[in-house]
């Protein structure tokens, strides 16, 4: 989870994310970098379990390879090559990942739970479900790794944003607006109903919002990429990957 920031006013602030991603990958990098792997993994284990889970029989299978591989970057010191310089985090992981898997079949057999392999903490029952609501069964592993990664990005962002508004007392607000992200939250003019405002200002309200998730998601993505330059891109890729 990132970091919540302070805002001013009662209304979301501009900011930055405190830790990016690139951040953590360098102090995981560190063989005293425990915590920041456990960082990494709650911001990435779904992505690369969905991957795995595509090409396996069952859950404890993409289970053990997930954990397996998430230990093998810290021990075998992986991820201090994935700097700045070689471009996006999403892609790095993926490329290590496939690496990982086909190393693990020519072994015959994924890493198991225990023994000296460290295993990270993965809910492998929410995650069997959250699998199989993405209806996955006829796209490629790799489909299913971008857009699970694309998804886990924009939760990460929205919850970031939960927490912007409820550190300024609008939390109420943020649970009832939210929708219109997504045009899921039926009418402007009921939701000013339920929170006794006027329709002008619920208007306002979802405008700001919607600016202030836009900043949020073009700075998350942002904070994956070696450059500037690729963010539009990158943005154009991950809104193809969730069919937007």
Not at 26 to 34: E, P, V, Y
Not at 213 to 220: K, N
């Amino acid at each position: 989870m990132y970091t919540s920031r302070t805002m001013g006013n009662g209304h979301a602030g501009r900011s930055r994310f405190v830790t990016t991603q690139w951040s953590l990958v360098l102090a995981a990098a560190d063989r005293d970098g425990t915590e920041a792997l456990a960082r990494l993994c709650s911001l990435y284990w779904y992505p690369v379990f969905a991957f795995v889970r595509k090409q396996v029989r069952s859950a404890d299978e993409a289970l053990d390879l997930t954990q397996g591989f998430f230990a093998r970057l810290l021990e075998k010191g992986e991820l201090g090559q994935a700097d700045r310089e070689r471009g996006r985090f999403r892609s790095f992981l993926l490329s290590a990942c496939r690496h990982y898997i086909s190393n693990e079949r020519e072994r015959s057999g994924a890493i198991k739970r225990g023994g000296s392999v460290t295993t990270i903490p993965i809910d492998v029952a929410e995650a069997e479900v959250r699998y199989a609501r993405t209806l996955a069964t006829t796209e490629t592993p790799e489909r299913v790794y971008e857009r699970q990664w694309a998804l886990t990005l924009m939760d990460l962002v929205l919850d970031n944003l939960r927490e912007e508004y409820a550190a300024a007392g609008n939390e109420l607000v943020f649970e009832r607006l939210s929708g219109f992200l997504t045009d899921s939250a039926g009418t402007q003019a009921g939701a000013a109903r339920d929170l006794g405002m006027s329709l002008s200002a619920v208007k306002m309200a979802v405008h700001r919002m919607k600016k202030r998730y836009r900043e949020a998601l073009r700075q998350g993505v942002a904070d994956t990429l070696d450059s500037a330059d690729e963010l539009d891109d990158e943005l154009r890729h991950l809104m193809r990957a969730v069919g937007v």
